[in-house]
């Protein structure tokens, strides 16, 4: 018997033995699980080496629910949480994976399962050893092995970036484009053939420019019955082409998007992780993005034009404490609606039309439909003023 055998079989104890072994199976992409069989292979060969360390095959449980996950975080790998779960109950002896990269990517989630396996008394076993996470020279070889297990992430992920910026900057990286662009032959981008595509994005684009606001727009296709296309991004139907009623995102994002003047663009947004390990997507000032080319290709509009409908859609945003601009022209008989602002809170006010049941004429109130004070309490509404008492107001000011 070899002496690294020998000392294994010392770690192991009748304790362990009665306990669960468990084998940890991961694939970081559906395309390693298809492709690398090899390596998947490997890994169900643990199962031998923890019946030659004494346990039954009958407690030898594999987990194998993970097979195309990301080990860089614990967040969607419900196969890892079962693993963890049951090690804290105390259920199992052994825990196998063929590497530390296998169990995971994260230091955080790493360390975690290290100090729970360390409280219950369990094994750690992988293709070069087994280790026992409770002595200091096994705990310091299994930190070791999980910090370069993250820092090989780091260096895989800063070669993709690389490339990325790199075709970035020459405008040559392939990025989804929206609706009414395609990709030629020659991989350069041009408008959609179709001519109905074309015709329903230049009459949004000057329904806008016409009305001036985005809900305007949306309203005007509803009233001719209109339809916008849509293309499926993920799902059985991905890539295919949806005609569905126009939505007021859907022109907010039309108008925002430089591909339509024509420009190429990289780094609009940018992705932070939260605690639970979902992520916030964070749309960025143009002057933060990392590529802006213009003229690159061809475009429904001129950049002129592009510029002009963010200045507009940036007038109509209802403003906020020391925003005082105002709004775009609105149907009905208020006056400076659009302009008032709560003396108490310093918020734009609204107005809101209600038919009164016993006279012909329509009501009118004036009020903030939600504000928060510098006293952090917010309310339903903090003013309401009668059509009336406005006018009267503004009729001896101007007298005055």
């Not at 996950?69 to 052994?94: C, I, K, M, P, Y």
Request: hydrophobic letters at 40%; a positive charge.
């Amino acid at each position: 018997m070899s002496g690294e055998r020998q000392a294994s079989l010392q770690k192991v104890t009748a304790r362990h033995l009665a306990r669960q072994a468990m084998l940890y199976v991961r694939q970081s992409t559906l395309h390693q699980v298809l492709e690398n069989t090899e390596s998947t292979a490997r890994q169900y060969g643990l199962r031998e080496r923890a019946i030659a360390l004494g346990w039954e095959a009958s407690r030898i449980v594999v987990i194998d629910q993970d097979l195309g996950q990301s080990g860089a975080s614990a967040a969607d790998r419900e196969g890892f949480q079962r693993l963890v779960a049951e090690v804290g109950l105390g259920h199992v002896g052994l825990v196998m994976g063929l590497e530390v990269s296998r169990l995971a990517r994260s230091s955080l989630d790493w360390h975690h399962l290290l100090e729970i396996c360390t409280m219950t008394g369990t094994l750690i076993l992988d293709e070069d050893g087994l280790y026992d996470p409770a002595t200091f020279n096994d705990r310091l070889l299994l930190g070791l092995k999980g910090t370069m297990s993250e820092a090989e992430l780091h260096v895989l992920q800063a070669r993709l970036k690389g490339g990325i910026l790199h075709k970035a900057s020459r405008a040559a990286l392939k990025v989804p484009l929206p609706v009414g662009l395609i990709y030629a032959e020659n991989q350069t981008v041009m408008l959609d053939p179709d001519a109905q595509i074309q015709q329903a994005i230049r009459l949004l684009f000057a329904t806008f420019k016409r009305v001036g606001s985005a809900w305007a727009t949306v309203k005007y296709f509803r009233t001719q019955g209109l339809l916008f296309p849509r293309r499926v991004r993920s799902g059985p139907h991905a890539g295919e082409l949806h005609w569905m009623p126009l939505q007021h995102n859907a022109v907010l994002k039309v108008l925002r998007n430089p591909r339509y003047a024509g420009a190429f663009c990289f780094g609009r947004t940018q992705a932070r992780k939260h605690p639970d390990g979902s992520l916030h997507i964070l749309s960025l000032p143009q002057e933060q993005w990392l590529f802006l080319m213009r003229e690159v290709h061809a475009g429904y509009i001129s950049w002129e034009d592009y510029e002009a409908n963010l200045v507009q859609l940036r007038a109509n945003r209802q403003a906020h404490g020391e925003d005082r601009r105002h709004g775009p022209p609105r149907e009905g008989p208020a006056l400076l609606q659009g302009l008032l602002i709560c003396g108490r809170c310093g918020n734009r006010m609204t107005v809101g039309y209600h038919d009164v049941k016993r006279a012909s004429a329509s009501t009118q109130n004036t009020a903030v439909k939600k504000s928060t004070s510098k006293r952090g309490t917010t309310s339903a509404a903090s003013a309401c003023l009668g059509q009336v008492w406005i006018q009267r107001s503004l009729i001896f000011c101007w007298r005055n």
